[in-house]
């Protein structure tokens, strides 16, 4: 289907019988949640690094069989299951986060069709008017 350089998005909502807005969505909730995976990202990423600590430290009474084996565990498993969260959280946020552009840009330019709208239609100059400034042409 092609549309017209006039077409705008509330004409074709209205055209297929929506009644609200054509681009839902609110930015300031999105922006939360991308604020709240930020901070679980943060917060895993920190996670990770008190593993690290933990296993870089071989002092502190916690020594035998036992406390390599937590190491082990911690080192390998656990480290590779909080990255993973990490990074979840990290690239969800990411989408989030653009999906949120989207949908201002998606907003800005239904608004401005209807500003303009409202306006009426813009006049175009006839393609052979010419204005000529001090000799030249523009």
């Known amino acids: 289907m092609s549309f017209s350089p006039n077409w705008h998005a509330s004409e074709a909502a209205s055209a297929l019988g929506f009644d609200g807005d054509p681009v839902p969505g ?3 909730v999105l922006q939360g949640v991308v604020d709240d995976f930020t901070y679980l990202r943060d917060t895993a990423w920190s996670v990770s690094q008190g593993l690290d ?4 430290s071989a002092s502190g009474g916690f020594a035998g069989a036992t406390a390599d084996a937590l190491r082990e565990v911690v080192s ?3 480290k590779t299951f ?4 990490a990074r979840a959280f990290s690239l969800a946020g990411e989408a989030v986060a653009e999906y949120r552009t989207a949908l201002v ?3 800005q330019v ?3 069709g209807r500003h303009r709208r409202r306006k009426g239609p813009r006049r175009e ?3 052979s008017a010419e204005v000529v400034h001090h000799g030249e042409e523009c």
């Open 110 to 112: 239904h608004t401005h």
């Open 53 to 56: 600590a933990f296993v870089a």
């Open 76 to 78: 390998g498993r656990l």
């Open 105 to 107: 840009q998606a907003q």
């Open 26 to 28: 609110e930015p300031r």
């Open 82 to 85: 909080v990255f993973n969260i």
């Open 125 to 127: 100059r006839p393609a």
